[in-house]
């Protein structure tokens, strides 16, 4: 198999003197998408922060990301060789309208303006609008279009669909998958519902207490709703809502 394009071994990380991360080991392939899942405090968001750079410091293990060796690395070096990132807090620039958020960062590469408003017509159609002028739902997209236009090679998502309408989870999920399968992003995708990541995913991690519990084909735990629920929790499972 070719290298992978993320590559983590034995890697621990914590803040001050709690350990929040034991012994990961996690690959992601070109063009593949992960899900990661975990019960609330699992160290999700610290996991994503950590293969970043702007977490807590790694206290154990190795990152190659494309080929190098990134722990060492400062967060700007790793977002510049295509690490990019969603945060859960949307963090966009309220004053500058869509167009100038997208604009404001783009760098050269496949993902463009046109593209991302392809991907996105609800922000073309608000393309002069203030960003703290749009819905919760239009802002998450203009996050996801922001982190776009600097043409990553890997896409961090700290759960895009929290507090949204289920209509626009359902958008942002198509927008999510299209990204993955027709244009071929690397993805991992921070979901606390299993059934709404495993659809677009083609592997799923499960963390626990900071560590990996469960990883394998997304397809499979979906068959498999129990293993979801053991690890998860029913609410968090896999199964549909009655
Ligand atoms: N800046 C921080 N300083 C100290 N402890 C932190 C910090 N950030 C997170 N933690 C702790 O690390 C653990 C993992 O948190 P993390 O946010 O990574 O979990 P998560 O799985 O993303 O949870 P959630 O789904 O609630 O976002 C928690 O116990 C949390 O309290």
């Given at each position: 198999m070719a290298e992978p394009l993320l590559a983590l071994r034995g890697v621990g990380a914590g803040y001050g003197e709690a350990?929040?991360?034991?012994d990961i080991a996690l690959e992601v392939a070109p063009g593949e998408a992960v899900a990661l899942l975990g019960r609330n405090g699992t160290g999700k968001t610290t996991l994503l922060t950590t293969i970043l750079g702007?977490?807590?410091?790694?206290?154990a293990g190795t990152i190659r990301f494309a080929g190098r060796a990134?722990?060492?690395?400062?967060s700007e070096r790793r977002a510049a060789l295509g690490l990019g990132w969603v945060p859960?807090?949307?963090?966009?620039?309220?004053?500058?309208?869509v167009e100038e958020n997208l604009t404001a960062v783009a760098r050269p590469g496949p993902w463009t303006l046109a593209r991302v408003f392809a991907l996105f017509p609800r922000l073309a159609e608000r393309r002069?609008?203030?960003?703290?002028?749009?819905?919760g739902g239009e802002q998450q997209m203009l996050a996801m279009g922001r982190a776009l236009m600097l043409n990553p090679r890997l896409l961090l998502l700290d759960e895009?669909?929290?507090?949204?309408a289920p209509v626009i989870v359902q958008g942002l999920l198509a927008a999510i998958a299209r990204m993955v399968r027709e244009e071929g992003l690397a993805a991992i995708l921070v979901e606390q519902h299993a059934r709404l990541a495993l659809p677009v995913t083609d592997r799923v991690v499960i963390l626990d207490r900071g560590r990996i519990v469960h990883a394998g084909p997304s397809a499979a735990l979906l068959a498999a709703p129990e293993v979801a629920e053991r690890h998860l929790g029913l609410h968090h499972a896999a199964t549909p809502d009655p």
């Open positions: 350990a929040v991360l034991h702007a977490g807590p410091r790694l206290r990134i722990e060492r690395l400062p859960q807090e949307r963090n966009i620039f309220r004053s500058l309208t002069r609008n203030p960003g703290g002028a749009l819905s895009p669909t929290e507090g949204l």
